[in-house]
């Protein structure tokens, strides 16, 4: 491809991306995500909401909260035995509390138990120290970076798959990091915009692109040219809608971003 047909590509996929942001945002309004009322908070719901529903974490979190014990000094104070009663309501809390006690050993262990010391650390660095953590993974470091140290780094994650997938907008197979870059290099490098369309994707995935497409369009058909609904045997959101797939006048031959 030229580099004049990269640059086309490239001003196709943030502009497929943007709309995509808009219309989200028009349906859903913004998210406000992620709530909580400290960055400790945030690292432990990031770790405390794998696997469960946010009900259950806000639960377990709670129960932190109540005895005093969500600070770096409370939660290293804890067994793991100890931490998973606490945590009980968010469910595979054994496995949970071993996660959350290797996170808070890591900060102890790297930082002295100062939070604002990792806040202060440089994204790279920062990242890979999360991810050498057992336990925490891409979409759990990310969320850290994102809503916890305030990095512009996009979250992927099962709903952002699915829903790009399910719209012929990308590859089955394709990993999380490339799905990531995706985002990054099309959208301008801004937190807020990468922390509030995580969020409308996740409300969307939630509300209509589940694991077994439901009844309701998602709100993105409405895009028109610049947004390619290319099946190929894929299964859309909306496909099982009375009115069916969206005009054949809204269809183009555009390849996945």
């Given at each position: ?24 945002m028009a349906h859903f309004g913004p998210q406000d995500w992620w709530p909580a009322e400290s960055e400790l908070e945030m690292m432990v ?56 006690k290797n996170l808070i050993n890591f900060i102890v262990d790297r930082y002295g138990g100062e939070l604002p010391e990792l806040l202060k ?137």
């Open positions: 491809m030229t580099e004049n047909g990269n640059t086309d590509a490239a001003s196709l996929k943030s502009r497929i991306l943007l709309e995509m942001f808009e219309l989200l719901g990031a770790v405390l909401t794998q696997n469960t529903n946010w009900k259950n974490v806000e639960r377990a979190i709670e129960n932190l909260k109540k005895k005093g014990l969500l600070t770096v000094e409370g939660l290293f104070s804890l067994s793991v035995p100890e931490l998973a009663h606490e945590i009980r309501p968010a469910g595979y809390y054994r496995i949970k509390a071993g996660r959350v650390e440089e994204t790279d660095t920062l990242r890979e120290g999360l991810l050498s953590v057992k336990g925490v993974g891409p979409e759990t470091a990310d969320s850290i970076l994102l809503y916890g140290a305030r990095r512009p780094v996009f979250v992927v994650d099962a709903y952002t798959h699915r829903i790009l997938i399910r719209h012929g907008l990308t590859e089955e197979q394709i990993g999380y990091s490339e799905l990531q870059v995706i985002f990054m290099d099309s959208l301008p490098e801004d937190r807020e915009l990468f922390g509030e369309f995580h969020a409308l994707i996740v409300k969307a995935g939630k509300t209509y692109c589940r694991r077994k497409p439901p009844l309701q369009p998602l709100p993105i058909e409405a895009m028109g040219s610049n947004f390619a609904f290319l099946t190929r045997g894929r299964t859309p959101c909306f496909a099982a809608t009375p009115s069916g797939l969206l005009p054949e006048s809204c269809m183009n031959n555009l390849e996945p971003i």
